[in-house]
């Protein structure tokens, strides 16, 4: 945590520069989400603080969605694989 923040931090809230590093994403994102009202922020002076929660929940759903995106592309293909080698072999 950098130290200047340790006065006006808010509880339950860390930096966007701290979420950042704390969840391997680049510290614009973290600010994008806040600015997009996908996540819990507040705006201090020139720092955005993030709810960790709110951060948290937000990642589990996108990635949640990455998956079941995965998941039907897989589908979808394994089905037009299929098709395609019944029509090869007609």
């Not at 950042?20 to 996540?39: W, Y």
């Not at 819990?40 to 998956?67: C, N, P, Y």
Request: some cysteine; charged content about 25%.
């Amino acid at each position: 945590m950098h130290a200047p923040y340790l006065l006006t931090q808010p509880r339950g809230f860390i930096s966007a520069a701290d979420a950042s590093a704390r969840f391997c994403i680049t510290n614009d994102h973290v600010t994008r989400l806040c600015r997009q009202k996908k996540i819990s922020g507040i705006f201090l002076g020139r720092v955005w603080f993030v709810d960790v929660r709110s951060l948290e929940a937000h990642l589990r759903d996108a990635k949640q969605k990455r998956q079941a995106q995965h998941q039907a592309l897989s589908e979808q293909l394994r089905a037009d694989y299929a098709r395609h080698r019944s029509l090869l072999t007609s």
